[in-house]
């Protein structure tokens, strides 16, 4: 069965940065989009990009463009996500997903606190 | 960006009755491809959200014939018969037409 695992919850200062992984598993880690979600306390649901890890081709939310860098390894069918300096605005719980939403992860939790 | 509103923001619905939520979109959902990529997720609280609808009407595999989507273009609509406590959350509608991809604000089921 398809499964996403996500690294647990981060607490980060500001200014600082952090990557966060989905490892996935149950099937073809190369055939299909990752995509990450963000989503802020109380808040909905915003779009970040996704990456296709058969090639590493990537596409970004303009929004997100410098804030985040969408990267996998196919070795280990691990996607990662890195976000940079961090803000308060920062702060939410991140998600992957497989293309089409069918499977996410369980979501993790980035404190931007100092 | 493609905007995606739902309404209501929230609905209060009695077990076993029938609700709709509408979502209606900026800019025509029809993908130069031909398909409509228009779908329904629900969150449960504390969990991650699920499929229930995609492409408009197809229902994702284990979800109950409970739940319908349907419109067109710009407007579009899930209705849920003989709701369960398990309906229960925030359901959102979400475009894959066009870039960057969109959610609605969510709508929250709660029980009368």
């Known amino acids: 069965q398809v499964q996403l695992q996500q690294s647990g919850a981060e607490l980060v200062k500001p200014g600082s940065s952090v990557k966060i992984s989905c490892k996935a598993s149950g099937y073809t880690f190369t055939s299909y989009d990752m995509h990450w979600i963000k989503q802020q306390p109380g808040n909905g649901l915003e779009w970040i990009g996704w990456i296709y890890p058969g090639n590493g081709n990537t596409k970004y939310n303009q929004k997100f463009n410098g804030k985040a860098t969408l990267t996998a390894d196919k070795s280990s069918s691990t996607a990662y996500m890195q976000l940079s300096s961090l803000t308060s605005e920062d702060s939410a719980v991140y998600f992957c997903?497989?293309?089409?939403?069918?499977?996410w992860g369980q979501g993790t939790l980035v404190t931007v606190s100092s | 960006d493609v905007v995606m509103t739902q309404t209501p923001v929230s609905l209060s619905v009695s077990l076993g009755g029938q609700t709709s939520i509408s979502c209606r979109s900026s800019q025509s959902l029809v993908h130069s491809d031909g398909n409509t990529y228009l779908y329904w997720y629900l969150q449960k609280p504390g969990q991650s959200p699920q499929l229930l609808i995609y492409k408009v009407s197809n229902r994702f595999s284990g979800v109950p014939d409970r739940f319908s989507g349907s419109g067109s273009g710009t407007d579009f609509t899930l209705k849920i018969s003989r709701v369960e406590p398990e309906d229960l959350g925030v359901y959102y509608c979400y475009q894959g037409t066009h870039y960057p991809r969109t959610f609605g604000g969510g709508t929250k089921l709660e029980l009368k």
């Open positions: 997903a497989r293309k089409g939403f069918a499977y």
